[in-house]
């Protein structure tokens, strides 16, 4: 069976050109090109393999992940890679590693918070890796609430020191990725005090280990803080903890950028907004949801190629049994999530343009669009990581029995993922945020204040009030003005409703607090209308390629009819459609279901994911699962030998009746 293509026939069925939905998928020809390459060259290289990684201990785990951290340095160095190939290969290597903090969060925070001068010194540092970097906000006491911090940097005038001290149990760091074995320095944040005046949370650069023996400096604790859920999965990572004994540094490793403090000891503004910090947020909130389009692709890869391989029930006089993929309530929960994969791609898409938009806007002191920005990115955070981490679940589901092995890849991978829902915003917290700005809208939306951006159709808040569904029959649903006028008219209903129910309270905070549940439904409706809205804008431009658009349009029209169906309470409560038209949206879903079918296979491949990527014997695409998975069980160490040890000690004695003799 070897060499065999399990699945030929499943690509032979494809509609469309799989090569140029590839480049769609990549967003360029250059982007694709880039990515082909890169993951070919980590595919071939036995240095970066982890098929072995659930079987190895912590330590050797971890021993592990700065080996090929320093490899793909190495390798970064001497094929010259240009810094879009090394981010490339280093997701590519697909291990979470201490590199990930130096250069998604220690870089960034010191281009964002410091100065030219303080650019100058640590820059040069950092990106020749002569230092390694971690980003140490996170405490044991506090996370979300970045105002309850409580490490102290209080200036000493005397020395020109600050003096970085830890005064509770609860404030020591806690959590930061890198900082447990690997980090000489992070980026600290502290409450700034001077002259007993607390001035709030700000940046210092300190240094934490020696640079010539990796030894704490004085004053400083560190370590790991401990295993964390899954076998290997983030157990690569040394999150550590950090507490200070009062620790002197220069004046000048205070990031600077926004506010100083003089050689006297004075605490002044710079003229730099402080808005620009928020730069930085909408840069990594946009990473984080690239990411959620890759993880639930990645899931819904081997869950797709495996419900084609699998055969259950159905055979007719001794034929074949019928393939998992062909049972509808397979199709019903996997091709939400295939649909989810491709609107989260491209809504990512977006929010690289919208984080572009922003940093222009902001150099032009231009800060009009960012509160919107700010909301939209927090919202489609959470929005993607909580769809993102149940559908990988999901997708083990699918699997059935086989999907609980770690060598279908999905346990590692739900493991890996999970966190996303809770580090850069707690995800409920982020939708409390969202809430708040959609109520600060509604209440502006009679003073001529109109509302911006994702916002934009607040602005005919009248009109959707009143407007009342045409679906007639099921394929009135593929136009996508009735769709999102659904999903307009939906969200702006719930948040009416809730400013509503807030104006009773005559303390805002205490109806906010009351609220909070339907707060969090009314912007989950807000964040599912813009990754809607976005879908069918990518649909309005030129997109080649036999076939392309057409099933994309059938993957955008799943994802909102799918939406409709799961948030049916929603949309006929606020009297948005009708119970008719809700059974034609779900007889219209059945239709589309049927025509995606022939293309799964060919959809799933056009992630252009090498079986290296995927790390799963399920997700083979060659779909020659059952050998390889009965190759993979022998290599378990459990099965070194025939008979397990402990047999002499424990078995035997049960069998033979002589436990009172056994050494328990």
Same mark, same amino acid.
């Given at each position: ?423 850069? +915003? *707690? ?7 969202? &809430? ?7 209440? #502006? !939306?009679? $003073? ?120 049916? +309470? *929603? ?7 009708? &119970? ?7 007889? #219209? !879903?059945? $239709? ?73």
């Amino acid at each position: 069976m070897d060499g065999v293509d399990q699945l030929a026939p499943e690509r032979k069925n494809a509609q469309f050109d799989v090569d140029e939905m590839k480049i769609v998928w990549a967003g360029s020809r250059h982007a694709f090109q880039v990515s082909d390459r890169i993951a070919r060259l980590v595919a071939s290289d036995p240095a970066f393999r982890k098929d072995n990684r659930a079987m190895l201990t912590r330590k050797e785990l971890f021993k592990n992940t700065l080996r090929k951290a320093a490899y793909a340095w190495k390798r970064i160095i001497e094929l010259r890679l240009t810094e879009e190939e090394a981010s490339m290969l280093r997701s590519s290597v697909d291990e979470p590693a201490f590199t990930d903090l130096h250069w998604g969060m220690f870089v960034p925070a010191i281009k964002g918070q410091g100065t030219d001068e303080q650019h100058q010194k640590w820059l040069p540092l950092a990106y020749k890796m002569e230092i390694i970097g971690c980003y140490a906000q996170t405490e044991l006491g506090h996370g979300s609430n970045v105002q309850g911090l409580e490490t102290t940097a209080t200036f000493d005038p005397q020395t020109d020191e600050f003096v970085i001290h830890s005064p509770t149990l609860t404030s020591s760091k806690w959590w930061p990725g890198g900082l447990g074995k690997a980090s000489t320095h992070a980026v600290v944040y502290a409450r700034l005090i001077t002259d007993g005046q607390d001035h709030g949370v700000n940046g210092f650069i300190v240094q934490l280990r020696s640079l010539e023996d990796h030894s704490p400096l004085p004053g400083i604790t560190i370590g790991d803080i401990g295993m964390k859920f899954g076998n290997g999965a983030y157990n690569t990572m040394d999150n550590g903890v950090l507490r200070f004994e009062h620790v002197r540094i220069p004046r000048n490793q205070m990031l600077m950028r926004v506010s100083q403090v003089t050689r006297e000891g004075k605490y002044v503004q710079s003229n730099v907004p402080r808005q620009l910090l928020y730069g930085t947020m909408v840069y990594v909130r946009q990473t984080i949801v690239a990411d959620a389009s890759c993880a639930l692709s990645r899931a819904v890869c081997i869950a797709t190629r495996y419900s084609a391989v699998r055969r259950q029930f159905g055979s007719k006089n001794g034929g074949p049994e019928t393939q998992v993929i062909d049972y509808k309530t397979q199709q019903n929960r996997l091709f939400p999530l295939l649909a989810s994969a491709y609107a989260f791609r491209f809504v990512g898409e977006w929010l690289k343009w919208l984080y572009t938009d922003v940093t222009q806007r902001l150099q032009a002191n231009d800060f009009s669009t960012l509160p919107e920005a700010h909301a939209c990115t927090a919202g489609l955070k959470s929005l993607t990581t909580t769809a993102t981490a149940d559908g990988i679940e999901e997708c083990r589901k699918l699997c059935g029995g086989h999907g609980y092995l770690c060598s279908s890849g999905l346990p590692e991978l739900f493991a890996v993922y999970v966190p996303a829902c809770t580090y850069e +915003g *707690d995800n409920i917290v982020l939708l409390l945020q969202v &809430a708040r700005f959609l109520m600060k809208t509604v209440s #502006q !939306l009679g $003073s001529g204040n109109m509302p911006v951006g994702t916002t934009t159709y607040m602005g005919r808040a009248e009109q959707l009030m009143q407007c009342h569904c045409g679906v007639q029959k099921a394929e009135d649903w593929l136009n996508p003005s009735a769709i999102l006028e659904a999903f307009e008219a939906r969200a702006i209903r719930m948040s009416v409703a809730c400013a509503q129910n807030l104006s009773k309270f005559t303390n805002q905070e205490e109806g906010f607090a009351e609220l909070a549940a339907d707060l969090v439904e009314a912007a989950v409706a807000h964040c599912q209308l813009i990754v809607v809205s976005k879908f069918i804008e990518k649909l309005q431009q030129d997109i080649p390629g036999k076939g392309v658009k057409p099933i994309l349009e059938i993957l955008c029209n799943i994802y909102a009819l799918h939406l409709v169906h799961k948030h049916l +309470g *929603d949309f006929v409560s606020t009297g948005c459609i009708t &119970a008719k038209q809700a059974s034609l949206a779900n007889e #219209q !879903l059945r $239709s589309l279901y049927s025509q995606v079918r022939p293309n799964a296979i060919a959809l799933v491949d056009a992630f252009n994911y090498t079986d290296h990527y995927l790390g799963s014997v399920l997700g083979r695409y060659d779909g020659n699962v059952y050998p390889k998975l009965y190759e993979e069980a022998w290599k378990d160490p459990l099965n070194d030998s025939v008979v397990p040890d402990g047999y002499h000690e424990y078995i035997r004695p049960l069998l033979k009746q002589q436990l009172r003799n056994a050494r328990l």
